[in-house]
């Protein structure tokens, strides 16, 4: 690691490495090897000198008394959060002789791993994955937040990659669909206020009234899991008033005929029904549609997280194809995801060690494969990811972190829910003491960062953890003697998006990189090189087209008769997922509730509410507003557990207790805004014992 002068006051470069599509340029403030404070750093052409409320708050989160400094061994109940210190040496010997001997008694296929995206880091985000490959330990399908959307978009879109955010701010019609733009991706704002200044509008398609929602132009609530609704609707009144784009139909989309006959048979009804938006307000949009082509439809993941999330994203690109905004130019353009970088993941998991296939795992099955998998999994390795709050169906999981012989091994910066359940708890370290690239899913840019101060107490990066733990186990080969900036040099190297005038050592040394494909996708497919395609061959019970499908638990008249309400759980502007979550400790978030819904179930606005269903219950704080509708219960943020205050006092819940297990129609992603609850206030629970 470089040498860092600990005596004067400087600004050092680093990048944002949270999960958040803005991927921000940062200027760290440091004195006396502290860090004072953190900024955007003005000559990132994204950032623009601007970097959100959460991360101005990271200094504190860095020092704060939560952060884990040093090696533990756990010594008391499972969750009871008890540890001893130990050293680093007798912690990964530790690891080491129990990981191998799982193995060696049980079969790779007994162990583990399960990592998100804590750190979005290339190499410390799959630092682990060499040595799993190595072990045979089971694979994690990483499905938790876009899997769904992803595969969505690819049933029409293929390798299409989505359109630079930058030409927004030249169009007159910018809709946010599914996404909360003024809390997941802020930095998506400052087009939206270029392009409003030269009059364009904006169009926000929610279940509630968001903060995005609350300064749009129009606003639209659509039903959760309605959207494949209302993005037909509107295409059915877009051909009917003949208002497609037929030069780009004709010339770079194919099977837009099958779709136009699906569209012609159903009834308009149907879609106003599905969707939950009324005619009149599916013809303004058509209208609006139609009298703006300069339109961007910024897509959120939000949206697809529902048993119909990737029939939705289906729906929306083909409503987007119909438009021809695939064809860019000033002001058009779709844009879900970038993959504005595709570089070489072999270079950083290194796959090769692998000696044959394991078993698959999807993440959001923890619970499920802890407690009824068999054979049992016996070692279960934690990092970049805190489950116990961020998985569904929590209580499950908390069942099966609690088993007395689950080896379990966390590393982590803080004493989150999941570390108290560890039985080896190692530190690591933040953004700021480690080496890293970063590009980013919402706009066009990578960078390197540096460490900008040496690791507090005994914290090691993933990567330091990883490959001394395999020299532990005795692991020799190549990729286990590889150091940090080796690999991130070869991940480099990897990439056909660096232009090849680029020197790959001036972004070592911390000069960020704008891929070449933004150039492309400016012009998306208006070079003829690839298609659109409306109607696609595609797994025997999957639709060849856009077209309706059949609702999850929202739509099961057997949970609806016990559980009414709808419960969905967008971000909180404060909390990245649940980091951040230390800050708040003891907050149970609030619940928003419609005034009707309040006046059904007795609830008083400022009141604490117990949301429960047949997985779980939850306590929140009730808001009474209009911002939501009547049947949706709204609760932002992934607060840590809290108590419920009656007699379960020694079990503390969070929201994902609610959320359920089961998968999305499509990429077995989560379903996390589609739990059937009811709403009990807290006064009354506590007289019902
Ligand atoms: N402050 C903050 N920023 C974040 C995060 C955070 O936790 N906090 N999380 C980060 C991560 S990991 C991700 S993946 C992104 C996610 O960011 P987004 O892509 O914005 O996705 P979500 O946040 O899940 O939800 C966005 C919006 O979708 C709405 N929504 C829910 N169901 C439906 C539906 O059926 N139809 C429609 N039209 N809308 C629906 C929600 O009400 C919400 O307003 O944000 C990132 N940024
Ligand atoms: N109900 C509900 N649940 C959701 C969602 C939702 O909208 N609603 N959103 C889902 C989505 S989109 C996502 S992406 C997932 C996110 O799930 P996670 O990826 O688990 O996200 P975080 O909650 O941010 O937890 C990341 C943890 O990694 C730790 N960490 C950070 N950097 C490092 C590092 O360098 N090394 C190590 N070892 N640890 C590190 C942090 O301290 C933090 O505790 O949550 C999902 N869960
Ligand atoms: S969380 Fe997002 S907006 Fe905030 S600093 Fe990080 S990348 Fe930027
Ligand atoms: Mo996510």
């Not at 019609?173 to 904006?202: D, T």
Request: glycine letters at 10%; one cysteine or more.
């Amino acid at each position: 690691m470089c040498a860092i002068d600990q005596n004067q006051e400087y600004l050092k470069k680093s990048i944002c490495p949270l999960d958040c599509p803005d991927s921000c340029g940062v200027l760290a403030t440091v004195k006396d090897g502290h860090i004072i404070s953190l900024q955007g750093d003005p000559a990132h052409p994204y950032t623009s000198g601007f970097i959100c409320r959460k991360m101005r708050r990271y200094p504190e989160r860095l020092y704060s008394e939560d952060r884990l400094l040093f090696p533990q061994v756990r010594i008391g109940k499972k969750g009871a959060g008890e540890f001893r210190r130990v050293e680093w040496g007798e912690a990964l010997e530790l690891c080491a002789k129990k990981l191998l001997n799982i193995r060696d008694e049980f079969g790779g296929e007994a162990i583990l791993p399960y990592s998100y995206a804590g750190n979005m880091g290339a190499v410390n985000r799959f630092a682990g994955f060499p040595l799993f490959h190595k072990l045979g330990a089971l694979q994690c399908k990483q499905t938790i937040c876009s899997a769904t959307a992803g595969v969505g978009w690819r049933k029409h879109c293929g390798d299409l990659q989505g359109c630079p955010p930058e030409n927004a701010a030249e169009s007159e019609l910018i809709v946010a669909w599914g996404i909360n733009i003024k809390v997941s991706n802020v930095h998506f704002w400052q087009y939206v206020s270029r392009a409003r200044k030269s009059g364009a509008k904006l169009l926000v398609v929610d279940p509630y009234r968001n903060q995005t929602g609350k300064s749009a132009d129009i606003f639209v609530q659509v039903k959760p899991g309605g959207d494949t609704g209302l993005a037909l609707g509107i295409c059915k009144l877009l051909i009917a008033e003949g208002s497609v784009d037929l030069d780009f139909i004709e010339g770079s989309t194919t099977g837009f005929s099958e779709l136009s006959e699906y569209l012609q048979s159903q009834d308009i009804s149907r879609f106003v029904a599905e969707s939950g938006v009324e005619l009149d307000v599916m013809q303004k949009m058509a209208a609006v549609f139609a009298a703006r082509p300069k339109t961007f439809i910024r897509i959120g993941i939000g949206l697809s997280r529902n048993s119909r999330g990737g029939m939705s994203v289906r729906s929306i690109t083909s409503l987007a194809a119909m438009l021809g905004l695939y064809s860019g130019g000033p002001g058009r353009g779709v844009l879900l995801t970038t993959g504005a970088f595709r570089g070489d993941e072999e270079v950083l998991v290194h796959k090769k060690l692998m000696q044959e296939e394991p078993g698959l795992v999807n993440m959001i099955h923890l619970g499920q494969v802890l407690n009824t998998q068999s054979p049992p999994v016996r070692g279960l390795i934690v990092y970049n990811s805190n489950p116990l709050s961020v998985n569904p169906d929590a209580s499950s999981v908390r069942k099966g972190l609690a088993r007395e012989d689950l080896f379990t091994v966390v590393h982590e910066q803080v004493m989150t829910p999941t570390a108290a359940y560890a039985d080896v708890l190692l530190p690591a370290t933040t953004f700021l003491e480690n080496h890293d690239l970063y590009s980013a899913y919402g706009h066009f840019y990578l960078g390197v960062a540096k460490p900008v101060i040496t690791p507090l107490g005994e914290a090691k990066s993933n990567f330091d953890f990883f490959q001394e733990l395999a020299k532990k186990m005795g692991f020799e080969d190549p990729p286990f003697a590889e150091s940090c900036e080796e690999r991130i040099t070869n991940y480099l190297l990897s990439m056909e998006e660096i232009d090849p005038g680029t020197e790959i050592e001036a972004i070592m040394e911390g000069s960020y990189c704008h891929s070449v494909r933004s150039m492309k996708s400016g012009r998306l497919l208006g070079d003829g090189e690839k298609k659109f395609s409306f109607s696609v061959t595609t797994l025997p019970e999957e639709p060849a087209i856009a077209c309706l499908s059949a609702a999850g638990e929202g739509g099961d008249p057997d949970l609806q008769a016990r559980f009414p309400l709808h419960l969905i759980t967008p971000p909180h502007p404060d909390l990245l997922n649940s980091t951040f979550g230390e800050i708040f400790k003891g907050v149970a978030g609030e619940v928003l509730v419609h005034p009707e819904d309040a006046v059904m179930y007795k609830v008083q606005d400022g009141e604490a509410v117990v949301v429960g269903n047949h997985r779980g219950r939850a306590k929140r704080i009730a808001r009474i507003t209009t911002d939501t509708a009547q049947g949706v219960l709204v609760a932002e943020g992934i607060f840590w557990p809290v108590a419920l205050g009656d007699r379960d006092d020694s079990i503390q819940t969070g929201i994902n207790d609610l959320t359920s297990q089961k998968t999305a129609d499509m990429g077995e992603g989560a379903t996390f805004h589609e739990s059937l609850v009811r709403l009990v206030p807290i006064s009354v629970v506590a007289k019902e014992r």
